[in-house]
T-cell receptor, first 110, second 110 residues
Framework: NAGVTQTPKFRILKIGQSMTLQCTQD?????MYWYRQDPGMGLKLIYY???????DKGEVPNGYNVSRSTTEDFPLRLELAAPSQTSVYFC?????????FGQGTRLTVV | QKEVEQDPGPLSVPEGAIVSLNCTYS??????FMWYRQYSRKGPELLMY????GNKEDGRFTAQVDKSSKYISLFIRDSQPSDSATYLC??????????FGTGTRLQVFP
């Protein structure tokens, strides 16, 4: 059982470039989340989804977009990358109370 | 005002000490309260959850919720070096948006 899988694990982007962070879960969970975690800080919610076709903004959505065409996949799109988006990004899925996290994507924007 | 505030730490305690970790919240709609543990360079993992005021015990860990004061705590008894990690409180109004605190880094030294 793979759980929540994120790709890539590491990425360096140049300012102004775009990229998509991939997230896939195989637990048939309805709820999925994207968080960013800056050094020494907690998790800030970027976007979340309560089911296929439904997404909503979290605490820090600016500069990001998401889509949820299937239950399994919840990609996060960065348009026009900025140094402020340097962070570790975590995807999570949830059915009841417990959220399961991926291993994270370390993104550096230079 | 942030929805969830967490004592920032860091905390450094000797092995065997009792540790108290605390969060406050402002959103009266929060019904579910969770504590996650995060080891360095890993995703968070659920430690405990509760959805009512009072105490819940699980081994050396006790989660306490006071809804009237909007205050939650996690107590660790007989702390061990293996407890060294970052502890994050998390809250949810229902099973949708999941908001985290900023995390408290704990170090337990032998």
């Amino acid at each position: 059982n793979a759980g929540v899988t994120q790709t890539p694990k590491f990425r360096i982007l140049k300012i102004g470039q775009s990229m998509t962070l991939q997230c896939t879960q195989d637990m048939n969970h309805n709820y999925m989340y994207w968080y960013r975690q800056d050094p020494g800080m907690g998790l800030k919610l970027i976007y979340y989804s309560v089911g296929a076709g439904i997404t909503d903004k979290g605490e820090v959505p600016n500069g990001y977009n998401v889509s949820r065409s299937t239950t399994e996949d919840f990609p996060l799109r960065l348009e026009l990358a900025a140094p402020s988006q340097t962070s570790v990004y975590f995807c999570a899925s949830r059915m009841q109370l417990e959220a399961f996290f991926g291993q994270g994507t370390r993104l550096t924007v230079v | 005002q942030k929805e969830v505030e967490q004592d920032p730490g860091p905390l450094s305690v000797p092995e065997g000490a009792i540790v108290s970790l605390n969060c406050t919240y402002s959103n009266s709609a929060f019904q579910y309260f969770m504590w996650y543990r995060q080891y360095s360079r890993k995703g968070p993992e659920l430690l405990m959850y509760t959805y009512s005021s009072g105490n819940k015990e699980d081994g050396r860990f006790t989660a306490q919720v006071d809804k009237s004061s909007k205050y939650i705590s996690l107590f660790i008894r007989d702390s061990q070096p293996s407890d060294s990690a970052t502890y994050l409180c998390a809250m949810s109004a229902r099973t949708d948006k999941l908001i985290f605190g900023t995390g408290t880094r704990l170090q337990v030294f032998p």
